[in-house]
Every structure is written in structure tokens, then in C-alpha cells.
């Protein structure tokens, strides 16, 4: 069953338009040497007609990992209370406090 990938979506689409009538994609890239997984795979993303199967419309969906949450830190002086998240400037931090302690 091994056999070569296919490199991209035109030379899927190539394979494709070889696939001779009353041919199977499977029967037509074993013949060729190509890997029919492969073929099969490019079948789907290109958008050729899905299997029937008991889950519809399944579709890949590409996972982007989202951005951790900056860290907070709270300042209280006295009744006062500063917010900052890890990317405060530290001398401005300190002015802020200094005015504050002043009040």
C-alpha cells in the first residue's frame, strides 16, 4: 500500500483528472505509485464528496493555541489600590506609588 505522498494541491488535481472512468481514486494511485492514503487525503481537503458516516458534516478544523494570560499583580497602600499585569514599567510604577503615598 506504500507509495509516495503527493506533493500539493495541483498535483492532486492532476491525479484526479488522470483517474479513468470505472477507476477508483484507491485503484488508479496504487497503479501510479502513489500512496492512496495521500490521494484520499487531498480528495477530502480539496473539497471531493465526503463518506457517508454517522457523524455529518465533519470538517478539519485547524487548532490555534491561544495566548496565555498575563499575570497580574495588586498594589494596596492603604486605601489605595494598584493594578499591573507583567509588562509594567518599573519606574513608573514607582512615581504612581510615591503620589499615592503622598495623598
Request: hydrophobic share 45%.
Amino acid at each position: 500500500m506504500a507509495g509516495r505522498k503527493i506533493r500539493d494541491a495541483a498535483e492532486a488535481r492532476g491525479c484526479f483528472a488522470e483517474v479513468a472512468e470505472g477507476q477508483t481514486r484507491a485503484e488508479w494511485a496504487r497503479a501510479n505509485g502513489i500512496d492512496p492514503r495521500s490521494l484520499h487525503a487531498w480528495w477530502l481537503n480539496l473539497g471531493g464528496r465526503r463518506p457517508r458516516s454517522r457523524t455529518p458534516s465533519l470538517r478539519l478544523v485547524e487548532l490555534v493555541p491561544a495566548a496565555a494570560p498575563a499575570a497580574r499583580y495588586v498594589v494596596r497602600v492603604g486605601a489605595m489600590t494598584v493594578e499591573v499585569d507583567e509588562r509594567f514599567d518599573e519606574a513608573t510604577l514607582g512615581r504612581l506609588l510615591r503620589v499615592l503615598a503622598a495623598c
